[in-house]
């Protein structure tokens, strides 16, 4: 089967995770390369032996390649709903990275677009092809917890102390949206949403420990006005107490994540740091032990995406349903801890999905 000709917008970080996942994969190729950085454009279009009139620095000549199958995209937050809306209207399947946008006016826009003339796609929340994630799931889905109680996670990285990092699209609100929050939190909530269910109301308080930072341009220092760590009560749907953690500052930590769920008959701890790993102790237990996780429930992100442009999704991909639910709640959680006080998740965000 010819391969899907895939289109890379966006040569930063994130890119070389969706172009290693399109090289394992038989079942697609780089076609084309994006991005505003000409060096960068250069450097990945030899690297790769993309032909020069495939790579491109506007997103809009790439989506208009005809034989063009598909395009990921992999730039900073700001330019998410702008591509994405372009691939859209140019009926190009896209895989979106997280959050879906800055904001949910933004987020309520592609879902609508969407809604209106509906294309493959995918959003990025990544860990939800760990291992331990899909077994997890698949172990509350069970019952083995029986009634979930509490959820206690903690996303944790450190880079954010070096003072030394400039002011990078990260720190930056009209480039990212937020900051731990959008960056770590989106996936946490992601996950305990796929875990446990609906959050329906949260209490934050988020704070900027470097309050500002070289400018690229070497001319000064400008502001960092997102949050460099986000901590948040919530509550589930069917009344489940729930807390986050969520820091750039955590010193030690590279990738740490961590889900503590205790039900009524058993609790489960998913990490993740080298490993995923998952640990239970269940009705019987007399202590917490590790539980192997069955080689069934290995997964590729971005096999899975040619999987479903192919029609062979197994509908565990995120939607922009699902993205569109984390952003609302992202706008609710830095509207929280702005404002200092309990934000319920709006309603239609969540009855709708
Ligand atoms: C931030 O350091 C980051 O790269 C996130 O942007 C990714 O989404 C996460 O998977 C790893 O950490």
């Known amino acids: 089967m ?7 917008i966006g040569l930063g970080g994130i890119a070389n995770f969706h172009i290693e996942g399109i090289l394992a994969s038989g079942d697609a190729e780089v076609w084309s390369i994006c991005d505003c950085n000409e060096e960068a454009l250069l450097a990945k279009g030899e690297e790769l ?25 992999g730039t900073p937050n700001s330019n998410h709903f702008r591509i994405a809306y372009d691939a859209i209207k140019h009926r190009k399947p896209f895989a979106l990275e997280k959050p879906i946008a800055l904001d949910a006016k933004e987020a309520a826009i592609l879902r609508q677009a969407l809604a209106d003339r509906p294309l493959p796609h995918m959003v990025c929340f990544s860990y939800r092809y760990k291992p331990a ?12 917890l029986g009634k979930i109680n509490h959820v206690y996670s903690q996303y944790l990285q450190s880079w954010g102390i070096r003072e030394d990092i400039p002011l990078v699209w990260r720190f930056r609100k009209d480039l990212s949206g937020s900051g731990a929050l959008g960056d770590l939190g989106s996936h946490i909530l992601d996950l305990t949403r796929v875990l446990v269910g609906e959050t329906v109301r949260v209490l934050a308080d988020a704070g900027t420990i470097v309050k500002e930072r070289e400018l690229l341009s070497g001319e000064g220092k400008g502001e960092v006005d997102v949050d460099d760590f986000c901590h948040v009560l919530a509550r589930f749907a069917d009344g489940a107490s729930s807390s986050m953690s969520i820091s750039r500052f955590a010193y030690g930590r590279g990738n740490y994540q961590q889900i503590e769920i205790y039900g009524t008959d058993g609790a489960l701890v998913y990490n993740l740091e080298e490993e995923d790993t998952i640990h239970v102790k269940l009705v019987g237990d007399q202590q917490f032990r590790k539980v192997d996780i069955p080689a069934s429930f290995t997964a590729n992100q971005m096999q899975s995406f040619f999987d479903l442009l192919r029609g062979k999704g197994d509908g565990f991909d995120a939607t922009i349903e699902d993205g569109y639910i984390n952003q609302v709640t992202l706008d609710s959680i830095v509207q929280s801890f702005t404002e200092e006080r309990w934000i319920a998740i709006k309603e239609e965000a969540i009855v709708n999905g």
């Open 133 to 144: 994630v899909r077994y997890a799931k698949q172990l509350i889905g069970q019952g083995v």
């Open 2 to 8: 010819k391969k899907l000709k895939i289109g890379v």
């Open 49 to 73: 032996n993309v032909p020069p009139q495939r790579r491109y620095v506007n997103h809009l000549d790439m989506l208009k390649d005809v034989e063009l199958d598909a395009v990921t995209i």
